[in-house]
């Protein structure tokens, strides 16, 4: 037995793939470990694996029908959505990550996936061209900034006699991906969080606004890899194209003041991570119609007023201070100084720095490279995904709790 998987809810999702024929070994492998496995096998699936075999391994009944009156009645897609620990979509084929990256649910797979609030875990297998097909890509980068997680493909033969990577990861491999999604699933569990992410809007007449190039990716993969270990999260956006991340509470924002009253009405919380990229400027006077052109001058001058200070706010609100509080300090030069100017000015315990000077590729881009500030010294990260930045915050945030669970903070969080 292991005592992670021991007693755990497994939802196995098998998708179309030639891949399928190794879900029987997967199986048994979880059971082994005291996994409860669940199998739920798509008419592609059924191609290349038996619904016996399958209920065989598992000791469980195999779903495959979403129109199915008995379970339909009992809204059976909802409970077995519901009543996991963990789906796990093995293999994942290119067809079922791109439905599931638009939101589509056409089948009894794609809408437990998109009815669930479970973690969830996905094992791709497909051709390596397909794999590398940008379509592809853009869908995978969208799932794992909502908070799913990957395991492989891997490099090797593929069935079409090809070489190269798009191989299902080996049983193994996903099993012990499987303990580990389960492992970190929790450790924030009774914790509340704010986050703030996207850019904001400030109105200049009707038609025109002044904004920033945030594209909310790296706060909400934030609030999705909070989520992911368990915490209540809030998520309060400015205007992004992104969708949430699954498990978090969406409150739609457009300017600086209405994600300052949204913020303070989410308190108190035991997190806040400013990822907002907040605009410091709004129009002096808002015009009610649009500021028309003038023929006879060459310029227009806009007088400006500064817009409140969300995270000051927050790192110094009197007994709503959140235990935790986490700022970010996007520059263009001088990135440390400003960021440790930034530290001391707000009265926060973290300030995540990055750098989002042209050609960067920050702002919109997949990417980010932090330097974490703290009083006590800096933490240089390498350039990663975002949503590997959001898990490796998570975890930091995780342990920082565990390991001082009295962390009545005031600033002084090292």
Same mark, same amino acid.
Request: net charge negative; hydrophobic share 45%; glycine share 8%.
């Given at each position: 037995?292991?005592? /992670?998987?021991?007693?755990?809810?497994?939802?196995?999702?098998?998708?179309?793939?030639?891949?399928?024929?190794?879900?029987?070994?997967? /199986?048994?492998?979880?059971?082994?470990?005291?996994?409860?496995?669940?199998?739920?096998?798509?008419?592609?699936?059924?191609?290349?694996?038996?619904?016996?075999?399958?209920?065989?391994?598992?000791?469980?009944?195999?779903?495959?029908?979403?129109?199915?009156?008995?379970?339909?009645?009992?809204?059976?897609?909802?409970?077995?959505?519901?009543?996991?620990?963990?789906?796990?979509?093995?293999?994942?084929?290119?067809?079922?990550?791109?439905?599931?990256?638009?939101?589509?649910?056409?089948?009894?797979?794609?809408?437990?996936?998109?009815?669930?609030?479970?973690?969830?875990?996905?094992?791709?297998?497909?051709?390596?061209?397909?794999?590398?097909?940008?379509?592809?890509?853009?869908?995978?980068?969208?799932?794992?900034?909502?908070?799913?997680?990957?395991?492989?493909?891997?490099?090797?033969?593929?069935?079409?006699?090809?070489?190269?990577?798009?191989?299902?990861?080996?049983?193994?491999?996903?099993?012990?991906?499987?303990?580990?999604?389960?492992?970190?699933?929790?450790?924030?569990?009774?914790?509340?969080?704010?986050?703030?992410?996207?850019?904001?809007?400030?109105?200049?007449?009707?038609?025109?606004?002044?904004?920033?190039?945030?594209?909310?990716?790296?706060?909400?993969?934030?609030?999705?890899?909070?989520?992911?270990?368990?915490?209540?999260?809030?998520?309060?956006?400015?205007?992004?194209? !992104?969708?949430?991340?699954?498990?978090?509470?969406?409150?739609?924002?457009?300017?600086?003041? &209405?994600?300052?009253?949204?913020?303070?009405?989410?308190?108190?919380?035991?997190?806040?991570?400013?990822?907002?990229? /907040?605009?410091?400027?709004?129009?002096?006077?808002?015009?009610?119609?649009?500021?028309?052109?003038?023929?006879?001058?060459?310029?227009?001058?806009?007088?400006?007023?500064?817009?409140?200070?969300?995270?000051?706010?927050?790192?110094?609100?009197?007994?709503?201070?959140?235990?935790?509080?986490?700022?970010?300090?996007?520059?263009? &030069?001088?990135?440390?100084?400003?960021?440790?100017?930034?530290?001391?000015?707000?009265?926060?315990?973290?300030?995540?720095?990055?750098? /989002?000077?042209?050609?960067?590729?920050?702002?919109?881009?997949?990417?980010?490279?932090?330097?974490? !500030?703290?009083?006590?010294?800096?933490? &240089?990260?390498?350039?990663?995904?975002?949503?590997?930045?959001?898990?490796?915050?998570?975890?930091?945030?995780?342990?920082?709790?565990?390991?001082?669970?009295?962390?009545?903070?005031?600033?002084?969080?090292?």
């Amino acid at each position: 037995m292991n005592p /992670v998987l021991n007693g755990k809810n497994i939802l196995l999702a098998i998708t179309g793939g030639i891949a399928a024929y190794k879900t029987p070994d997967l /199986v048994r492998g979880l059971k082994r470990l005291g996994a409860d496995v669940t199998c739920v096998l798509s008419p592609s699936g059924a191609k290349f694996v038996s619904e016996l075999a399958l209920q065989s391994v598992s000791g469980n009944r195999v779903y495959n029908d979403l129109f199915s009156l008995t379970d339909e009645h009992e809204m059976g897609h909802i409970r077995l959505a519901r009543d996991a620990d963990l789906v796990l979509v093995a293999p994942a084929t290119a067809n079922t990550i791109a439905k599931i990256s638009q939101g589509m649910a056409d089948d009894l797979i794609t809408t437990i996936l998109l009815a669930t609030t479970s973690p969830t875990l996905m094992a791709p297998a497909m051709n390596w061209a397909m794999w590398e097909n940008r379509a592809t890509q853009e869908n995978v980068q969208t799932l794992k900034l909502r908070g799913i997680n990957m395991v492989g493909p891997v490099a090797g033969e593929l069935a079409c006699g090809e070489e190269g990577i798009g191989r299902m990861a080996d049983v193994d491999q996903i099993i012990k991906a499987v303990s580990d999604a389960i492992a970190t699933h929790g450790p924030l569990k009774g914790l509340r969080a704010i986050v703030t992410s996207g850019p904001t809007h400030e109105p200049i007449d009707p038609v025109r606004y002044i904004a920033n190039r945030s594209s909310g990716k790296q706060g909400h993969a934030i609030a999705g890899a909070l989520a992911n270990l368990g915490a209540d999260v809030t998520l309060i956006s400015g205007p992004v194209n !992104i969708a949430p991340p699954k498990g978090v509470k969406i409150i739609n924002v457009t300017t600086a003041d &209405e994600m300052l009253n949204a913020t303070t009405a989410a308190l108190p919380v035991d997190i806040f991570v400013g990822a907002a990229a /907040v605009s410091d400027w709004r129009a002096e006077n808002l015009s009610g119609q649009k500021i028309k052109k003038q023929e006879d001058t060459d310029a227009r001058s806009l007088s400006l007023a500064q817009n409140p200070d969300i995270l000051k706010t927050v790192a110094t609100t009197p007994g709503k201070r959140p235990r935790l509080v986490i700022g970010f300090s996007a520059e263009t &030069e001088n990135l440390v100084e400003n960021a440790r100017r930034k530290l001391a000015a707000k009265g926060c315990d973290w300030i995540l720095a990055n750098d /989002v000077a042209a050609g960067s590729g920050t702002f919109g881009g997949d990417e980010n490279q932090i330097s974490l !500030i703290k009083r006590s010294g800096i933490d &240089e990260w390498p350039r990663m995904e975002k949503h590997a930045v959001a898990k490796k915050l998570a975890e930091l945030i995780a342990e920082t709790f565990e390991h001082d669970l009295s962390l009545g903070l005031s600033g002084d969080a090292s």
